[in-house]
């Protein structure tokens, strides 16, 4: 669910299936298909955000893998995975979820963590307001606490209504929050813009949250 975007991505769908196909025929993986992307996808969003210790991958402090380890370790944990895939899967990730150092020896997430990493974001002014995409079913529960990170380290907005209808669509019925964020701003909390256009924050109380009318 977290990938149901995936099905479209920055090349449009049904592009990528044959991008993929095309990038990989060189090395004879002609048989390649977008469900191998989705599931490589989840599976470093796994590792790399979650769960690096399922397969033994070491993480430095801020959050990056050596790509040799991770090919090697998810392998022999019975996944199979090689560097052009991984590469693939970075390159066309609709949402830029990973990032890889200059060299491409490393790989980390963009953002959407529960272990803790320094991402080494600096604090942005937000634009003015910010958008939140949730579930009809969890309002009455952020009616009542406001926005909280839950499993994640941060609360994830969005800068475009549409990008957060399509993150609260993965929960449920979608409804889109309004977050005055330079309110929050004014007020001390601190903005980290993802280098995947993320924002993250700690929280969100509620009285920076206007709901849609019922
Ligand atoms: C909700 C995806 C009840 C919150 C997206 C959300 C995003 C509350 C859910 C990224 C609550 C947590 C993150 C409260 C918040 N009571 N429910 N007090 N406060 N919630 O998946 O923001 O595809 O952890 O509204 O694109 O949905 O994974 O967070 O509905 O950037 O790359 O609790 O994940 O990216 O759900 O999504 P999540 P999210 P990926």
Same mark, same amino acid.
């Given at each position: 669910m977290a990938h149901a975007s995936e099905r479209g991505g920055r090349f449009g769908p049904g592009v990528r299936v044959r991008c993929a196909r095309s990038l990989l025929a060189p090395y004879g993986r @002609?048989? @390649?298909?977008d469900s191998d992307l989705v599931k490589t996808s989840k599976f470093l969003s796994f590792v790399l955000r979650h769960h690096p210790e399922s397969i033994g991958l070491p993480l430095d402090s801020a959050g990056w893998a050596d790509v040799d380890d991770l090919i090697r370790l998810a392998n022999a944990s019975g996944r199979r995975l090689d560097r052009e895939l991984v590469f693939l899967v970075v390159e066309t990730s609709d949402k830029q979820r990973f990032a890889l150092d200059e060299a491409r020896t490393r790989i980390r997430a963009n953002q959407g963590h529960s272990i803790e990493v320094d991402l080494g974001l600096s604090p942005r002014t937000p634009p003015p307001v910010l958008f939140h995409g949730t579930a009809l079913r969890f309002l009455e529960s952020i009616r009542s606490s406001g926005l909280v990170p839950g499993t994640r380290t941060h609360v994830h907005l969005s800068q475009d209504r549409s990008t957060a209808r399509a993150v609260g669509a993965r929960h449920g019925k979608p409804v889109v929050l309004s977050i005055d964020a330079a309110a929050m701003h004014a007020f001390g909390s601190e903005f980290r813009l993802a280098h995947n256009g993320v924002w993250l924050v700690a929280q969100v109380s509620v009285r920076f949250i206007t709901f849609p009318r019922p």
């Amino acid at each position: 669910m977290a990938h149901a975007s995936e099905r479209g991505g920055r090349f449009g769908p049904g592009v990528r299936v044959r991008c993929a196909r095309s990038l990989l025929a060189p090395y004879g993986r @002609l048989t @390649l298909v977008d469900s191998d992307l989705v599931k490589t996808s989840k599976f470093l969003s796994f590792v790399l955000r979650h769960h690096p210790e399922s397969i033994g991958l070491p993480l430095d402090s801020a959050g990056w893998a050596d790509v040799d380890d991770l090919i090697r370790l998810a392998n022999a944990s019975g996944r199979r995975l090689d560097r052009e895939l991984v590469f693939l899967v970075v390159e066309t990730s609709d949402k830029q979820r990973f990032a890889l150092d200059e060299a491409r020896t490393r790989i980390r997430a963009n953002q959407g963590h529960s272990i803790e990493v320094d991402l080494g974001l600096s604090p942005r002014t937000p634009p003015p307001v910010l958008f939140h995409g949730t579930a009809l079913r969890f309002l009455e529960s952020i009616r009542s606490s406001g926005l909280v990170p839950g499993t994640r380290t941060h609360v994830h907005l969005s800068q475009d209504r549409s990008t957060a209808r399509a993150v609260g669509a993965r929960h449920g019925k979608p409804v889109v929050l309004s977050i005055d964020a330079a309110a929050m701003h004014a007020f001390g909390s601190e903005f980290r813009l993802a280098h995947n256009g993320v924002w993250l924050v700690a929280q969100v109380s509620v009285r920076f949250i206007t709901f849609p009318r019922p």
